[in-house]
T-cell receptor, first 116, second 114 residues
């Protein structure tokens, strides 16, 4: 199994450009989420989804859009990139709580984004 | 919502020594506390977790303790090895949500010197 696959691994954008970070999982997990990792700030939740067609905001949603049309895919869109969005982005998936009893996350390898 | 504070931010030990990382949380409804390890260039990976009805849990050289009254929990690594060098994150659950949203601490960079 590939687990959680993120693309691209690295990306450089100019301020104002848009782009989509791709995330796919092959574990049939119901839950998927996006985090950003910044030095000294840990992992902060951007958006999450508890199933196809259902998304919700996390702690730092501004400037990002998501959609979940299938169980497998959860893309993160930056509509107009800003330097403050320079970060490492992680996608994660997990089983719904009724199955696992806890939200055990499987993370992708990350996507490093630089906005100039 | 939940707030999780993690200390220290960096920890340097000699191989064979013990390492302890501590976290405090704010939401008394939190009921699940995982620890994740992130190696260089990789995503975080769960190494151990504990539920609020348990005070301590061990898995070989790692253990986690939970003090619900004081609202803090700790990761203990004994007989450290160079391969334990990584960034460690604690997390607490946003209590009462069906999703089980996790709030992470700031992370601890552990360096084990041979």
């Amino acid at each position: 199994n590939a687990g959680v696959t993120q693309t691209p691994k690295f990306q450089v954008l100019k301020t104002g450009q848009s782009m989509t970070l791709q995330c796919a999982q092959d574990m049939n997990h119901e839950y998927m989420s996006w985090y950003r990792q910044d030095p000294g700030m840990g992992l902060r939740l951007i958006h999450y989804s508890v199933g196809a067609g259902i998304t919700d905001q996390g702690e730092v949603p501004n400037g990002y859009n998501v959609s979940r049309s299938t169980t497998e895919d959860f893309p993160l869109r930056l509509l107009s990139a800003a330097p403050s969005q320079t970060s490492v982005y992680f996608c994660a998936s997990s089983h719904r709580l009724a199955v696992s009893g806890a939200n055990v996350l499987t993370f992708g390898a990350g996507s490093r984004l630089t906005v100039l | 919502g939940e707030n999780v504070e993690q200390h220290p931010s960096t920890l340097s030990v000699q191989e064979g020594d013990s390492a302890v990382i501590k976290c405090t949380y704010s939401d008394s409804a939190s009921n699940y506390f995982p620890w994740y390890k992130q190696e260089l260039g990789k995503g975080p990976q769960l190494i151990i977790d504990i539920r609020s009805n348990v005070g301590e849990k061990k898995d070989q050289r790692i253990a986690v303790t939970l003090n619900k009254t004081a609202k803090h929990f700790s990761l203990h690594i004994t007989e450290t090895q160079p391969e334990d060098s990584a960034v460690y994150f604690c997390a607490g659950t946003d209590g009462g949500t069906s999703y089980g949203k996790l709030t992470f601490g700031q992370g601890t960079i552990l360096t084990v010197h041979p």
